[in-house]
């Protein structure tokens, strides 16, 4: 067994773990990253796309603004669509004055990826039965194999930033004192990525008889779409000519006009959920990003979400070493988890007013309808809706 140590171990190299570790570097505490995958896979990864102002500067704040500004789609609005209702624009800029940026996970984990890179900062990828330890001690540790060889790393702190399935939050469990708060919806999205321009300029949201579908895109010449699929629904059943007539479809003879169809470059199925732990911290072990919390993408707050937590976290961290003080971190998870359920609020709102649900009876159907013509027409409701889209802070 190799033991080293560190001030702050980190499980999980995703955006929450790197933009993590990126920040305590900045502040001068040291920090290792222990990752199960691949740093292939993991850059590989598709998945959001929308990223709320609060998460565009503090990005920008810790340096990693360049390529998201120059590369990033500012979207002032977006529209909603129920069945055959006049179409709803969400005019974010005019509601509540502030746009979100259209810039892909992939490239913020990219960019995150570089500057470590470029810092000669150590990221160990590829380890294998990673364990957590210790966590009520003042000396917790994580534990890993890599190549066939054991390694220790011990720490002041562990940060289990290592996702839904990860190892962190399991290891919270066995304490007993953590309540696992969850909604699983019956369906899920079936994404599709192309190089082809997209549909609209702007992302169009829309319930559709068949189900919901998402125009979203990553830049002007690559489009990403999803459809609404029930969850036993294997992906091989998709061709891409079956996905795009399916979207054809639903989008209506005028707005199918303007689509471009085009080989997938990605196709694949996520489950809708929604799930917070609480609290998120057990002792020297504590949970940020996918780890503590999950929301279906249809409010697009995931990424947002765990930008948030790292936010707090990092900041409670850097006055730990700075001052001595837990006080910081003391009010981490209530603080975080206040914001948590703000955003599970909306990411659920926004499910239930979009998708079709199987057994819906008329009057579900009927009471759907109502609410998007009662916010159509409504200016308070849609601005609440913007501030909503646009994040909720601390
Ligand atoms: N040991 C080490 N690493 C692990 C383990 C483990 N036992 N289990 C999982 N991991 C790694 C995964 O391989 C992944 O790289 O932890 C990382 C978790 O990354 P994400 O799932 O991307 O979670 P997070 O960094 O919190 O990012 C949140 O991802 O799914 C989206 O909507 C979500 O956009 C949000 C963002
Ligand atoms: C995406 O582009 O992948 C995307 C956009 C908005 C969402 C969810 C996903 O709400």
């Not at 992302?203 to 010449?221: E, K, Q, V, W």
């Not at 091989?236 to 209506?252: I, K, P, Q």
């Not at 209530?334 to 199987?358: G, N, Q, V, Y």
């Not at 008329?362 to 646009?390: H, P």
Request: with cysteine.
């Amino acid at each position: 067994m190799q033991t080293s140590t560190t001030q702050v171990a980190i499980v999980g190299a995703g955006p929450s773990g790197l933009l993590l570790a990126h920040v305590l570097a900045q502040a001068g505490v040291a920090a290792v990253i222990v990752e199960r995958q691949s740093a292939d896979h993991v850059s590989a990864r598709i998945r959001a796309g929308v990223l709320e102002d609060a998460t565009v500067s503090f990005l920008t704040e810790v340096g990693l603004g360049a390529r998201m500004q120059a590369e990033g789609l500012p979207h002032e609005g977006f529209t909603l669509i129920y069945e055959d209702l006049a179409p709803l624009r969400i005019d974010l800029q005019a509601l509540a004055g502030r746009s979100v940026m259209v810039y892909g996970q992939t490239e913020v984990t990219r960019d995150l990826m570089r500057a470590r890179e470029a810092l000669g900062l150590k990221t160990v990828y590829e380890a294998e039965d990673v364990a957590v330890h210790d966590i009520q001690s003042n000396r917790p540790s994580v534990s890993y194999r890599l190549a066939g060889e054991a390694y220790r790393l011990e720490a002041d702190f562990v940060i289990g930033c290592d996702g839904y399935h990860g190892v962190c939050r399991a290891t919270a469990k066995a304490t007993g004192s953590l309540r696992e708060i969850e909604r699983a919806y019956p369906f899920g999205w079936l994404g599709l990525l192309a190089d082809v321009p997209p549909v609209s300029h702007e992302l169009i949201y829309a319930n559709h008889a068949d189900g919901f579908y998402l125009c979203s895109m990553r830049s002007p010449t690559r489009s990403r779409y999803y459809l609404q699929c029930r969850l036993d629904e294997k992906v091989e059943d998709w061709s891409d000519e079956r996905f795009w007539s399916a979207l054809a479809h639903r989008l209506g003879p005028d707005r199918a006009a303007a689509l471009v169809q085009g080989p997938s470059l990605e196709k694949s199925i996520a489950p809708l959920r929604s799930f917070v732990a609480e609290p998120l911290r057990f002792g020297r072990l504590f949970l940020a990003g996918d780890a503590g919390h999950i929301v279906p993408p249809t409010g697009a707050k995931g990424l947002n979400l765990a930008v948030a937590d790292i936010r707090v976290l990092s900041r409670a961290l850097v006055s730990f070493y700075q001052t001595g003080s837990e006080g910081a971190l003391t009010g981490y998870s209530d603080l975080a988890l206040r914001r948590i359920w703000k955003a599970e609020r909306f990411s659920w709102w926004m499910t239930s007013l979009l998708h079709k649900f199987e057994g819906q009876t008329l009057f579900d159907r009927r009471i759907q309808a109502a609410e998007f013509a009662t916010l159509a027409g409504s200016a308070a409701l849609q601005k609440a809706l913007a501030e909503a889209y646009l994040g909720l802070f601390d």
